[in-house]
C-alpha cells in the first residue's frame, strides 16, 4: 500500500526527495550544529566535558529504556506504550526494596551495597519481565488480528492504567531516594566532578547492550525472534513457537526497563509516578532516531538525545535553554519520522514510504 | 493468520490470557434468536440499573429504546419520521433541561444532575470528540495531538476578543465592550468560524508531510505537535520580544458572544441568563457540527475515508486519492477542534497553556473510544459522560463512596487510570465501542483487516 | 401485523414523554431553602446555616477541593465555617448561610479554568450570593473578578485570602498589558485581597539578599504563573537595589537531570541562586542537582512555593541544608492575642489540631466580608464598595487597611532557613514601599 501511495503523492516533501535536497539540508544542519558546539567547546572547554559526559550518562539510561520500545517494535510493530511506566513501576520496586526491604542507604558498607543492589537488580528485572509478559498475555494478544490501530490505542489505555498504579503506591509528590551509591568524584575536569553514580550507569548498560546483540544475533532464541519479526506465519511453519518468542521478547524488554528503573532510581535519586510517560517518550524518540528495531541505534540514538538535552541546558552561548528542551527532543521526532522513517541506522522499508 | 480459538483450549495460562475475549466469542456463537432474547436481557438490564441511580433517567432510556424499536416499523416511505424520531427526542430533551435540572432529585451514587454550565463543557466536548471521530473513526488515522487543534482554536479566540494585544484598538461586532477598550474585538460569532478556519489550515500544515506515514508513525508525529504547541504558547511571552501568548498567566478576559446586543456574559432577564444562553448556543453548535458529521460521512468523501480505513491498498487501487483524502479528514478534524476550542474560550473568558496536556488530547481520544469510533451517536455519548465524569461525576462518586464505606480515598485522583481502564476493556470486550456503527461492528467481528497487526512485513 | 407494535410502541413513547414531563415539571423547591437561593449542587456544597429563621443571603468560598492541596482548602472551608458560627451567622440584620464551591476538576487535580468561568457565572447570576471568598489560585481570580465585576445588579465582592499575582490589582514591571484595568470592565473595583502580592515577596527576599551580603544572583523560575511572577517581581526589586543578576532562565518540571542548568549557573559566577516556582515541580531534584555541582558555597532562597518546608526536606534531604525559603504573612505562632485566639480555638475542632496558616487568612477573609455586609444597605454593589473600604484593627491579622487598589497596607514578609532539617524562623522582613512600587 505505501508503494501505491508515495507513486501517488506529489507533496513538497517527495519533490524535496526527489531533487536530492535532503541530504543538502541535513548536512547544513549538521554542519550548524557542530559550528555551535565547537564554539561552545572553545569557550568553556572543561564545562563543555562535563556536560557532554552527563549527557552520555543520561543517554544511556535512556538507552536501556529504547532497547525495550525497539525490541518489541521490532518483533510486534507495536508501539507499546505501556514501557515507560514498566520502567517507573521498576523503579518504584527497586526503591521499596532496596530502601525499605534491605535498608540500603547512604551508609551502608560497600559489600552490602554490592550485594543489595545485585539482588534489587534481580527482583526488579524480575519484577518487570513478568509484568511485562502479563501485559502482552492479557491486553495485547487478544488483540492480534485486530485492525493495526487497536493495541496501540489499548497500549496507551495500559499506559494510564500503570501510571495510577504508582500515582497509587509512591504520591502525587516525587519519592526522594537516598544515596546509595557512592557520590564522590572518580575525576575532575576543570572544577567538574565526574560521580560514580555516572559510571556505574555506563558500566552496567554498555555490558547489557553487548548481551543483547548477542543473544539476538548469535541464540537459537534470538533467531526464533528474528523470523518471528519477519513473517510470523512461516516462522510457525517452521517450527517456531510464535507465542512463546513474543512472550520472551516481552520479558526481556521488562528485564531491561526493570535495569533502568533501578538505575534512574539511584541515578537521580528521584522518582515520581508520571516519569514513566515522560522517559518513554524520550526514550520512543530515540529509538525512532537511531532507527527502530535496531538495538544498537536505539542506544546511538539515546546518547544522542541524552547529549542534545545536556547541550542545549548546560552551554551557555546561545543556548535555547530549558524551557525549549521538550520541544526540540518532539521536533527531532518530527523530522525523522518525516525525512528518514528509517533512522539513523535502520535501513529503509517501504512502511516507512 | 491462523485462527485462533484452539489456543485457548491449551494450556491454563492461555484460558486465562484469553479470557477477556471470551464473552465476545460466545456472544458471537449464538443464534439470532438466542441473541435477541439476550439483548432484551441486557436492555432491561441497563434500565434496571439507571432506574437504580435515577429513574428520569431511566424513563428517557425507556424513550431511546422505544423510538429505536418503533423505527423499525415506520413504513419505508416515511423514512424521513424514522431519522428524525430520535434526535427530535433528544433534542427537547436537551433544550429544555435549565428548566427542569433543578427540580430533579440527586441520582444515586452520581449526585446531583450536572449544572447548566457543566453541560455547556460537556457540549464542547462533544464538538471536540464528534471532530475527532472524523480523523480515527472514519478515516482511521489515530490523531494523539489532536489538543494542538483545540489549543489553535482557543488562543485564535483570544488574540482577537481580548486585551492582548493592548496596542491596537480594532472592534468589529463585538458585544459588551467598551468602544475604549484597547486591543481586538472581534464578533465572536465570525471567530468562530474563522478559528475553525485557521485551524483547519494548521491542520492541512501538519497533515502535508506526516499523513504520508503509516497508522502508529502519524499517531506519534501528532502527538509530538500534541507536546510542542503547548510549549510554545507557555514561551510565547518573549518570542524574539513580543509577547505572543501572554506565556504561564495565560490570556484573560475574552469577549463573550453576543445576539441582539447581549452579551451572553450578563445575560438578560430571568429567562435569558448567562448560562442558558451559552448553554442553548452550544447545543446549537453541537446540532450543527452532527449534521456535517452525518452529512460527511455518507457523502463521496465520507465513503473514501471509510474504504481508507478498511483497506488503503483496495482504495487506492479504485482511485482514491490517499493524500488528498485523509488530508480532507485532518483539515475538517481539526475545524471543528477548532471552532470548539473558541467557544470554549470564549466561554471560559480564558486560554492557559497548561489546558492543553497530552492528557486532554488521550481523554478526548477515550471518548471517541467509548461511544464507539465512527458512531456519532456513540461519540456524543462518550464525550457527554466522560466529560461530565471529569467535571462532576469522579468527585461526587467519590464523595458518595466515602460516605458509605467510611474511607478517605480520592477518586477524581486516579481518573486517568479509570479511564485507561475503559480503553482497555473497550477494546478487549467490545471493540467497536458502546453504540457501534454497523460497519464498524463489521470489521471488528468479521475481521476486514488490511494490515494484520503482528504481520508487519506483508507488503 | 406492522400496526400494531407501532401503535404500542408510540403510545408506550407517549406515555414515557408525559411521565418526563411530569416528573420534570415540579417547582424548585428543593434547592431552595428560605430567601436565599442556593448555588447550584453541582459545584457547590449545601447552604451552611444555623442560626435562627433562614437566611437572607449567601456568602461563597470558591476553592480547589480536589487534588493534592485539598487537605488545605479544606480546612480553609472549615475556618470560614467557624467564624460563621462565632458571629451567630449574622451580619448586622442580615442572617447569612455560606457554600463552599470547588473550582478544581479531576483532570487537573487543580484549580481548572473551565470550572472557575461556571462559578463565576454561577454567582453573578444568583442574586442571593452577597459576596465569595476566594480564589485560592490567581489564574482563577483572573477569570472570576471580571464577570463578578459585571455581575447584572452592580459588581460583587470578592476578597481573597491567597491570591498573589500583582496584575490582580495593580501595574507593575512583569504584569501584562491591560493589566489590571482589564479585570474591571465596569471601572469599579470590587476585588480585594489581605496577602501581600508577589511585588512584596520579592522584594523582601532582594532585601534579604542584601543583607546577606550576596554579589550576584541567578534567578530560575518553573515557567508558570506564580514562579514566572515571583521570580520577576524579585529580579526587579534586585536591579533597584543594584545587585547584579548574573542570569534568568527557566527549569522544566518533567527533566529527568538538571546537571547541565547548574554548570551553566556555576559558569555564571552567582554566589546565590533564587528559586522561583513551586516544590512540587520537581524542586528537590533541583536542588540536590545544584548543591551537587555547585557545592555548599553557593546559597539557595525560594519563596513559599517552596512550603511546606517539611516537603523540601524530605524531597532533597540534607543538601537543603541551609536554605532560605520566604513566606509572605507571618506565622501563626507571631499572630497577634485575637489571631492566637483563633488558632487556639479552631485548632481545637479540628484534628491533630493543626491550623494551616491560610486557615487564618480564610478565618480573616471571612471576618472582612461579614463587617462589609453588615455595614452595607444590604446590595451587593454595596457590599463590594465596602470591602474596598475595609480597616481591621486587633483582627486575626492584627491591624491592617486595604488601598483603593484593593491592596492590604500589611505586607509582613517571613523568611525561614532549614537548619537540622527543620524550619526555623530567620527573620520577618517589611519591605519599604519605595521598593515595591515602580513609579
Known amino acids: 500500500m505505501a508503494t501505491v501511495a508515495s507513486t501517488q503523492q506529489s507533496s513538497w516533501i517527495g519533490r524535496i526527495r526527489a531533487a536530492g535536497l535532503g541530504p543538502a539540508i541535513a548536512t547544513t544542519l549538521v554542519v550548524l550544529l557542530l559550528l555551535w558546539l565547537s564554539v561552545n567547546l572553545a569557550k568553556t572547554p572543561s564545562d563543555f566535558a562535563s556536560v557532554a559526559l552527563e549527557g552520555l550518562t543520561l543517554g544511556l539510561v535512556y538507552g536501556l529504556i529504547a532497547l525495550g520500545y525497539s525490541l518489541v517494535y521490532g518483533i510486534l510493530e507495536l508501539i507499546n506504550f505501556a514501557h515507560g511506566d514498566v520502567f517507573m513501576l521498576g523503579s518504584w520496586v527497586s526503591f521499596s526494596f532496596a530502601a525499605n526491604r534491605l535498608g540500603l542507604g547512604a551508609n551502608t558498607s560497600g559489600i552490602a551495597v554490592i550485594g543489595g543492589l545485585l539482588l534489587t537488580l534481580l527482583v526488579a528485572m524480575a519484577f518487570c519481565g513478568i509484568l511485562n509478559v502479563t501485559i502482552e498475555r492479557l491486553a495485547y494478544r487478544p488483540l492480534r488480528n485486530a485492525p493495526r490501530l487497536a493495541p496501540l490505542i489499548t497500549a496507551i489505555g495500559m499506559s494510564f492504567i500503570l501510571q495510577n498504579v504508582g500515582l497509587y503506591l509512591l504520591g502525587p509528590a516525587p519519592v526522594s531516594v537516598p544515596n546509595i551509591l557512592p557520590t564522590g568524584a572518580v575525576f575532575t575536569i576543570g572544577g567538574n566532578e565526574y560521580r560514580w553514580s555516572s559510571l556505574i550507569v555506563a558500566m552496567t548498560t554498555i555490558p547489557i547492550l553487548f548481551l543483547l546483540i548477542w543473544l539476538v544475533q548469535r541464540t537459537r532464541q534470538g533467531k526464533a ?24 521478547t516481552f520479558l526481556i524488554a521488562g528485564a531491561l526497563a526493570g535495569v533502568a528503573g533501578l538505575l534512574y532510581a539511584l541515578y537521580s535519586t528521584n522518582i515520581r509516578y508520571d516519569q514513566g510517560f515522560q522517559l518513554g517518550l524520550i526514550a520512543f524518540t530515540a529509538a525512532v532516531l537511531g532507527g527502530i528495531g535496531n538495538l544498537p541505534g ?44 528509517e533512522g539513523l541506522l535502520g535501513e529503509r522499508t517501504p512502511e516507512g514510504g | 493468520m491462523a485462527e485462533q480459538l484452539p489456543e485457548y483450549r491449551q494450556p491454563w495460562y492461555h484460558r486465562w490470557g484469553g479470557m477477556l475475549g471470551e464473552p465476545r466469542r460466545r456472544w458471537r456463537g449464538m443464534d439470532d434468536k438466542h441473541r435477541d432474547q439476550a439483548n432484551w436481557a441486557l436492555k432491561a438490564l441497563l434500565v434496571i440499573v439507571v432506574a437504580i441511580i435515577s429513574w428520569p433517567l431511566a424513563l428517557l432510556v425507556v424513550a431511546l429504546f422505544a423510538a429505536n424499536y418503533v423505527d423499525q416499523y415506520v413504513p419505508e416511505k416515511h423514512a424521513w419520521a424514522r431519522r428524525a424520531l430520535i434526535p427530535t427526542l433528544i433534542a427537547i430533551v436537551a433544550i429544555t433541561y435549565p428548566f427542569y435540572n433543578g427540580s430533579l432529585h440527586d441520582m444515586r451514587l452520581f449526585g446531583a444532575y450536572p449544572d447548566v454550565n457543566t453541560a455547556v463543557i460537556m457540549g464542547v466536548y462533544v464538538i471536540m470528540a464528534v471532530g475527532l471521530n472524523i480523523v ?30 493592548a496596542h491596537r484598538n480594532v472592534h468589529f461586532g463585538a458585544t459588551g ?35 504520508r506515514l503509516r497508522g502508529d508513525y502519524l499517531a506519534i508525529v501528532t502527538l509530538g505537535f500534541g507536546e510542542i504547541l503547548p510549549q510554545v504558547a507557555n514561551n510565547g511571552d518573549n518570542l524574539g520580544g513580543f509577547n505572543l501568548t501572554n506565556g504561564p498567566n495565560g490570556i484573560t478576559p475574552i469577549d463573550a458572544p453576543g445576539l441582539f446586543g447581549t452579551s451572553f456574559q450578563t445575560g438578560s432577564g430571568t429567562f435569558f441568563t448567562g448560562p442558558r444562553l451559552y448553554f442553548w448556543l452550544v447545543l446549537a453548535l453541537v446540532a450543527i457540527t452532527v449534521f456535517c458529521s452525518l452529512r460527511l460521512r455518507d457523502s463521496r468523501l465520507g465513503r473514501a475515508w471509510i474504504a481508507i480505513r478498511e483497506d488503503e491498498t483496495a482504495a487506492a487501487a479504485m482511485g482514491v486519492p490517499l493524500m488528498r483524502t485523509k488530508t480532507w479528514a485532518y483539515a475538517t478534524g481539526a475545524f471543528f477542534g477548532g471552532v470548539a476550542g473558541a467557544y470554549f474560550a470564549s466561554f471560559k473568558s480564558s486560554t492557559f497553556p497548561n489546558d492543553f496536556s ?8 477515550s471518548m471517541v473510544i467509548l461511544g464507539g469510533m465512527g458512531n456519532v ?35 477524581p485522583l486516579y481518573q486517568y487510570g479509570i479511564y485507561g481502564a475503559i480503553i482497555v476493556l473497550v477494546m478487549l470486550i467490545r471493540p467497536e465501542g458502546l453504540i457501534p456503527s454497523a460497519r464498524r461492528q463489521a470489521e471488528f467481528q468479521e475481521g476486514v483487516h488490511d494490515t494484520p497487526l503482528y504481520d508487519a512485513r506483508h507488503e | 401485523m406492522t400496526r400494531k407494535p407501532l401503535l404500542t410502541a408510540l403510545l408506550g413513547l407517549t406515555a414515557v414523554l408525559a411521565l418526563v414531563a411530569a416528573g420534570c415539571g415540579g417547582g424548585g423547591s428543593s434547592s431552595s431553602s428560605g430567601n436565599a437561593t442556593a448555588l447550584p449542587a453541582s459545584s457547590c456544597s449545601d447552604i451552611y446555616y444555623q442560626g435562627s429563621g433562614k437566611p437572607d443571603y449567601i456568602i461563597a468560598s470558591d476553592l480547589p477541593l480536589q487534588g493534592s492541596g485539598r487537605a488545605q482548602t479544606v480546612q480553609m472551608t472549615e475556618a470560614i465555617k467557624f467564624i460563621l458560627k462565632q458571629h451567630n451567622f449574622k451580619a448586622g ?25 461556571a462559578n463565576a457565572q454561577a454567582y453573578a447570576q444568583n442574586k442571593s450570593v452577597i459576596g465569595v471568598i476566594g480564589t485560592f489560585n490567581s489564574g482563577c481570580a483572573e477569570i472570576i473578578i471580571p464577570v463578578l465585576n459585571r455581575a447584572p445588579d452592580g459588581p460583587v465582592g470578592m476578597i481573597s485570602p491567597a491570591n498573589t499575582y500583582v496584575g490582580l490589582t495593580h501595574s507593575g514591571p512583569g504584569t501584562a498589558a491591560g493589566e489590571p484595568q482589564k479585570y474591571y470592565p465596569t471601572g469599579k473595583r470590587n476585588y480585594i485581597r489581605i496577602v501581600a502580592a508577589d511585588d512584596f515577596q520579592g522584594a523582601a527576599d532582594a532585601l534579604n539578599t542584601q543583607q546577606l551580603g550576596l554579589k550576584k544572583i541567578y534567578i530560575l523560575n518553573d515557567k508558570q504563573a506564580y514562579g514566572l511572577g515571583v521570580a520577576t517581581d524579585y529580579k526587579n526589586a534586585l536591579t533597584k537595589l543594584n545587585i547584579p543578576v548574573a542570569g534568568f532562565s527557566a527549569w522544566n518540571s518533567k527533566a529527568s537531570s ?46 513559599d512555593g517552596f512550603t511546606p518546608i517539611s516537603a523540601v526536606v524530605s524531597g532533597a534531604g540534607s543538601v537543603s541544608e541551609g536554605m532560605y525559603i520566604s513566606v509572605a504573612g507571618e506565622p501563626n505562632e507571631k499572630l497577634g492575642p485575637t489571631g492566637q485566639k483563633f488558632v487556639k480555638d479552631f485548632g481545637a475542632t479540628q484534628s491533630g489540631g493543626n491550623v494551616d496558616p491560610y486557615s487564618s487568612y480564610a478565618a480573616q477573609s471571612a471576618v472582612v466580608l461579614l463587617s462589609a455586609i453588615e455595614k452595607s444597605d444590604g446590595t451587593r454593589a454595596d457590599v463590594a464598595a465596602k470591602l474596598l473600604d475595609t480597616k481591621v484593627t486587633d483582627g486575626i491579622l492584627g491591624n491592617f487597611q486595604i488601598n483603593s487598589n484593593g491592596d492590604t497596607n500589611s505586607n509582613p514578609v517571613t523568611v525561614y532557613q532549614i537548619k537540622n532539617g527543620k524550619q526555623t524562623t530567620y527573620k520577618t522582613i517589611t519591605p519599604p514601599t519605595d521598593l515595591v512600587k515602580s513609579s
Open chain 2, 177 to 211: 465592550v467598551g468602544s475604549s477598550t484597547p486591543g481586538f474585538h472581534i464578533n465572536i460569532w465570525l471567530l468562530l468560524l474563522i478559528a475553525g478556519l485557521i485551524t483547519a489550515l494548521i491542520g492541512i500544515l501538519i497533515g502535508l508531510p506526516t499523513l
Open chain 2, 377 to 411: 451517536w456513540g461519540v456524543m455519548f462518550g464525550a457527554a459522560f466522560l466529560a461530565y465524569l471529569n467535571q462532576e461525576g469522579l468527585a461526587n462518586i467519590g464523595h458518595s463512596l466515602n460516605q458509605t464505606f467510611g474511607t478517605n480515598f480520592e477518586v
Open chain 1, 225 to 248: 525472534m528474528r523470523a518471528t519479526a519477519q513473517d510470523q506465519e512461516a516462522a510457525a511453519m517452521m517450527g517456531i513457537n510464535v507465542n512463546r518468542t513474543i512472550s520472551f
Open chain 1, 298 to 341: 536505539a542506544v546511538l540514538g539515546a546518547i544522542l538525545i541524552g547529549l542534545i538535552q545536556q547541550f542545549n541546558e548546560g552551554l551557555s552561548w546561545h543556548a535555547p535553554s530549558s524551557q525549549w528542551t521538550q520541544s526540540i527532543v518532539f521536533a527531532i521526532l518530527i523530522l525523522i519520522l518525516v525525512f528518514r522513517p
Open chain 3, 93 to 117: 440584620k442580615y442572617n447569612i448561610g455560606y457554600q463552599s464551591c470547588d473550582d478544581a476538576t479531576a483532570q487537573e487535580g487543580a484549580w481548572a479554568s473551565e470550572k472557575c468561568s
Open chain 3, 258 to 303: 538538571y546537571t547541565g542548568l547548574a554548570t551553566q549557573i556555576k559558569q555564571s559566577g552567582a554566589d546565590a541562586v533564587f528559586i522561583g516556582g513551586l516544590i512540587c515541580e520537581n524542586g528537590g531534584k533541583l536542588i540536590k542537582d545544584l548543591a551537587s555541582v555547585l557545592g555548599k558555597k553557593v546559597t539557595l532562597m525560594a519563596p
Open chain 2, 136 to 165: 480515527v473513526g472514519y478515516a482511521g488515522l489515530l490523531d494523539l495531538g489532536y489538543v494542538a487543534f483545540y489549543a489553535m482554536g482557543a488562543y485564535t479566540c483570544a488574540w482577537f476578543a481580548s486585551v492582548q494585544f
Open chain 2, 358 to 365: 497530552f492528557n486532554i488530547s488521550a481523554f478526548i481520544l
